[in-house]
Structures are given as C-alpha cells and as structure tokens.
C-alpha cells in the first residue's frame, strides 16, 4: 500500500515514508492520562492531536490498532522516602477509594474527549489490570542481567544496558546529564546509579495501591505499564508510539531500554511526539496552577476569557497548528479561530447551494489533492484547513458567477469535503445551534416567568421553576436579573 505519507520520526530526527511493518495493518500506542484529576486543555491537546493521526490512517485504508492506556498506579511524587503514588494521595484527600478515584476520573477522561469528537481507541488498557505482567516483565529483566533488586524494590541497570546499547537516542541526552534529572522518580538511597530507574517499587505498609510480588509488597514503576502493554497488544516491535514532547524523557527513552533489553530490538518504527499547549507563553501543566480545564472553556467560567467556546471551535484551535509546533491559548486567538471556523462551516454548507452548470471550468482535482498533499506532509492539519479555505473560495466565485463546475463534479466536492471535514478534522457542529436554540427558549420562559412574579402569580413563577429544576436547569435570581446555569 502506498499512500505518500511521511511522518517525522523523532528517534532518527527526520522525515520519513510512512511504511508499517505489516501493512495495511498499523499499530498505534500512545500514552494516555494519569488519572488522577481532572485533564486539562493541554492534555486534550495531544490527545486530539492523536484522533487526528488515528483518523487519517484510517482515512488512508489502514487497518488500525490504536492503543491508548490508562495510568491508574505508579506516579512518584518526590524521592521514595516520602514520595506517594499520585493516586493514592487524591484518594486520601477526596476520601475515596483509589480505585473510586480511578474510575471518577477515566469518567471525567471519557466524558470530556467525547465532547471533543475523539474516536476511542481500540484497546483502552489499565496498569492495574496488568501487574502480573509487570512482575513478569521485570523478572526477565533481572534474569537478563539488567535489572537488581535492592532492599524490596527492581531498578533498570542503565550502566549495564550501556554495555550493549545506546541510551539516551531518542531525547538526545547524554549519561551524564541524566544523573540528577532521574533523582526525583525513585529513591537514590536504594539505587547503585542515580540514572537507574525502577521498574518495581516497594511500598511501605500505609502505601494504599500494592501487590505482591516475588520481592515482596509493592507497585510497578511507571515506565514498565506502556512497554508491558504495548508488546502485549501490538507486539514486541510495532510501528507507532506517541505521546507529549514531555514524556520523551525520561518515560520513553525508559521504554526503549527496557524493551531492548528484553528483546534486543527497537520496539518502535515511528516514534512521534506532540509539542505543548502554552499558556502566557508557559506549558500548560496542573501542578504549575497554570491551566484550564476544558470545562472552564466550554461554560465560559474560566476567568481569563470573557466567554464560552464552543468543543468543536476548541477542536479547530488545535488543529489549526501543526501537532509539531507549540500553540499558545489567549482570548484573541480563540476568537479567531471561532470566526474561522464558522466562515468554514459556512462555507462548507454553501456546497449543497451552488448552482451547477454543464462544465467545470477549474482544476478540481489539483486542488482536492492538495488536501491530501498536506495530510501527507507529516499530518499538517493547518495545510489542509488552509486547503479547503482555498476550495471555499472557489466555491465562493462558483456562487458569485465568476466559475462554473458541472452537477457530477459538484457532488464529488461536496464528498470530499465531507470527509476531510468530518472523517479525517473530526469537525462537527453541535452545541453552537444548540446553545443559540436553547438560549432562545430559556429567555422566553424566563420571561413568562417574570411576567408570573410580576402579577403575583407565585403558583406559575414556582411551577416554572419546578418544572425546569426537573430538567436540570436550575435558575437563580440575582440583583441583576436571572441567570440559568444546565447540569
Ligand atoms: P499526563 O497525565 O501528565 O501523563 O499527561 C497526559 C498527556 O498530556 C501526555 O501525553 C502529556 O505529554 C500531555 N501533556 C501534558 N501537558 C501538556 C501540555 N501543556 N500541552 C500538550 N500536551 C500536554
Ligand atoms: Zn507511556
């Protein structure tokens, strides 16, 4: 299958043809969320950067496995001496179960990618539903000789692996430099090398996620979950693995090591790795306080921008930059990309109107290819929305007179388009003509509310209110008039 596609691979730093081991089958893995809150629009970033990967291989005719885990066990805050699995420590501060914790927040996960349009994946594996894999896993990397136990936890001898093989090829560090930066992952204490990293980890007793092992209590290291559940579902090499620029070290440098150390090969063709969503020019990150939930956008509650935006006018932000380059959220750029995307459905809709005439008088085909052309460049969404911008205004001139194309022709754009649009953008329409609807209604029963309270008539301003409390709606009265907020 040849389709022209070139994707840039961040292991060998360069563009290359896109050839999948076993085509037209594809594997996909890419690291899903931690789940222990509430993602934030930079997550989402990455995460609809990969639907739209995802979409256009399917588009393309590959038969796609696309694996995205859940991170529910395994995150170190701090040194091992005090250090707390991320999820153990929400679960004690919310006063839930951990796995509570989890499930709310795969929830949440789900609920808000679903608003974004994002196709799931194929296979959505959890940590905790793989231990005794990684138990087996790091077993065979002790027996491999580059791993040690040490005072009931498993590190990953970097030192050792270096005999062999490269370290440091995907991020491009060095071994020196690695020394301090993989200091607050693990303990040092238990560690012959400060780059060693664990694969195991004991727990102590009030430690609430732990299982058994055969070196006693604990919980896997966080590294060892992808490779673990990659090979298992794709396979000991498969073609793409993704991810955020930030999870290139150590995570999958990580990865790597641990795979070649067990199978003596690259575990991974393609390596492919999305850049940050900034905000005020920082990346966005919960731990920084420097974010927005994509709730807050969406209901306009955030307190940096003055109101809603519609998911699908979030989606096209995103796409708007390449998965490759930084995007940096401010109000200014919100509101252009929400003009921009309401002169492209506009526009895209305007198709079905034209008038056809008994011949195309322009190149369709040069400038349909053109879409592709610029899916293929290493999927660079902004090419092709410039692209169909580009057909908009030959639709345009099409409408004003100034060209003309035939009714076969005609219904050949129109599918197009559609699937550019829908199929491979992942673009839709739905909240923007809700939202306008369903304000239109709530202004004119409020104000038959009123109207009641005017007249006294507190049985109907109540029934109202009853009414539409049954529907979720729930209306307050302030000094300023009445406001609704829908749950
Ligand atoms: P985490 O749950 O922190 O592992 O993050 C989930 C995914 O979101 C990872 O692929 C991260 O690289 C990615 N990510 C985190 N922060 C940002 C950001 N500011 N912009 C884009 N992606 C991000
Ligand atoms: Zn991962």
Redesign the pocket.
């Known amino acids: 299958m040849k389709t022209g596609l070139q994707i840039y691979n961040t292991l060998s730093g360069k563009m290359e043809e896109f050839q999948p081991l076993q085509s037209p089958q594809v594997g996909m893995y890419?690291?899903?969320?931690?789940v222990y809150n509430e993602?934030?629009i930079?997550?989402v970033?990455?995460?609809i950067n990969f639907d739209l990967i995802y979409r256009y291989l399917l588009f393309l005719g590959y038969k796609v496995r696309y694996v995205r885990n859940i991170?529910d066990v395994g995150h170190l805050l701090g040194d091992a001496a005090d250090g707390e699995d991320r999820i153990s420590k929400q679960s004690r501060l919310e006063a839930i179960e951990p796995m509570e914790l989890v499930q709310k927040y795969t929830n949440n996960f789900h609920d808000v990618l679903q608003k974004f349009n994002l196709l799931p994946p194929s296979i959505e594996p959890t940590a905790t539903a793989h231990i005794l894999e990684q138990i087996e896993w790091t077993q065979a990397l002790i027996d491999a000789g580059y791993a040690y136990v040490s005072n009931g936890s498993v590190y990953f001898d970097v030192m050792k692996y270096l005999e062999k093989f490269p370290y440091g090829e995907l991020s491009g560090r060095k071994i020196e430099d690695l020394k301090d930066v993989t200091r607050s992952l693990d303990g040092v204490s238990d560690k012959t090398n400060q780059q060693d990293f664990a694969l195991w980890k004991k727990a102590e007793p009030e430690h609430l996620m732990q299982w058994n092992s055969p070196w006693g209590k604990g919980f896997p290291g966080w590294h060892l979950e992808c490779s673990v559940m990659s090979s298992k579902y794709l396979g000991e090499q498969f073609d793409i693995h993704g991810?955020?620029?930030?999870?290139k070290f150590p995570h999958h440098e990580c990865e790597i090591a641990q795979s070649k150390g067990l199978h003596h090969q690259d575990p991974v063709k393609y390596w492919m790795h999305?850049?940050?969503?900034?905000l005020n020019g920082r990346?966005?990150?919960k731990s920084d306080g420097n974010f927005f939930t994509p709730l807050q956008l969406i209901e306009g509650t955030s307190p940096l921008f003055a109101k809603p935006y519609a998911a699908e006018v979030l989606r096209f932000f995103v796409l708007q930059a390449h998965y490759r380059s930084t995007l940096d959220i401010t109000e200014a750029a919100l509101n252009a990309a929400e003009a921009g995307y309401k002169r492209l459905m506009e526009g895209v809709k305007s198709i079905s109107t034209i008038t056809t005439s008994a011949e195309t008088n322009f190149n369709l085909s040069e400038l349909l290819k053109g879409c592709y052309e610029a899916m293929n460049d290493d999927f660079h969404a902004p090419k092709l929305v410039a692209q169909l911008f580009e057909i908009i205004n030959h639709v345009h001139k099409i409408h004003r007179g100034d060209l003309t194309i035939s009714s076969e022709d005609q219904a050949q754009l129109q599918k197009e388009v559609n699937h550019w649009i829908s199929d491979v953008l992942g673009l839709f329409e739905s909240s923007q003509q809700n939202t306008t609807l369903i304000d239109g209604l709530m202004d004119m029963i409020l104000q038959q509310r009123k109207l009641a309270k005017d007249n006294k008539d507190w049985a109907t301003s109540d029934q109202i209110r009853i009414a539409l409390e049954k529907l979720g709606v729930t209306v307050k009265d302030t000094k300023d008039g009445t406001t609704y907020s829908i749950s």
């Open positions: 890419v690291c899903g969320p931690t993602v934030h930079g997550n970033r990455t995460f991170t991810g955020g620029m930030d999870l999305a850049n940050m969503l900034t990346k966005m990150s």
